[in-house]
């Protein structure tokens, strides 16, 4: 099943440490989206990606960055990682960025920071 | 602001019974709405958007703008429904970006 990808499966970080999480789109998708989900809630959307170009932004701090590369996959960044960024990060990947376009999520990461 | 509300974290009905998951949302335009689904140990995938108007897996869910809901039906529960099921409202900002609310889980048993 050729569906998004995430890696790592899951990660354990140390308070003030620097993470990146890894998303390959299902082929043919341009546009990847990252949420992050505590547990306990509905995944809150952090960024979305198109064409290497950042498409929209959630309501988070400038420790997260994301890049989109040439061949569509996607990288999460977090810098000086705090205990409340402990979270289940989802990746979606959708052909376009706008109209009825469908969000297919993968397995997610699992990131505890201690 | 954008916010999408399900009021009730847990539901639990028998098979064979009526099932409503409720979702009421807050948007000043026209809302675009969604229900996910989360089945144990996979991963999250759309049940049906509003904009489709179909039936899937016999759920079936009707915006009211009036009420401001978005409300998933299914009339006969079966034990295969059970999950964790998400509204999710598209954000104003354009692109797909998705305003979830915060789950409800359906527990169906015989």
């Known amino acids: 099943d050729a569906g998004v990808t995430q890696s790592p499966t899951h990660l354990i970080k140390t308070r003030g440490q620097h993470v990146t999480l890894r998303c390959s789109p299902i082929?043919?998708?341009?546009?990847v989206s990252w949420y992050q989900q505590v547990l306990g809630q509905g995944p809150q959307f952090i960024f979305q990606y198109y064409e290497k170009e950042e498409r929209g932004r959630g309501n988070f701090p400038d420790r997260f960055s994301a890049r989109q590369f040439p061949n569509y996959s996607s990288e999460l960044n977090v810098n000086a990682l705090l205990l409340g960024d402990s979270a289940l990060y989802l990746c979606?990947?959708?052909?376009?960025?706008?109209?009825?376009?469908?969000?297919?999520f993968g397995q997610g990461t699992r990131l505890t920071v201690v | 602001a954008q916010r999408v509300t399900q009021p009730e974290k847990l539901l639990s009905v028998f098979k064979g019974a009526p099932v409503e998951l409720k979702c009421n949302y807050s948007y000043s335009g026209s809302p675009e709405l969604f229900w996910y689904v989360q089945y144990s140990r996979q991963r999250l995938q759309l049940l049906l958007r509003?904009?489709s108007r179909e039936s899937i897996k016999g759920f079936t869910a009707d915006l009211n703008k009036g009420e401001t809901s978005f409300h998933l039906k299914k009339p006969f529960a079966q034990e295969e429904d059970s999950a964790m099921y998400y509204c999710a409202l598209r954000s104003p900002g354009g692109g797909t970006a998705l305003i979830f609310g915060k789950g409800t889980t359906l527990s169906v048993s015989s």
């Open positions: 509003h904009i």
């Open positions: 082929s043919g998708h341009k546009s």
């Open positions: 979606a990947s959708s052909l376009v960025w706008q109209g009825a376009t469908e969000a297919f």
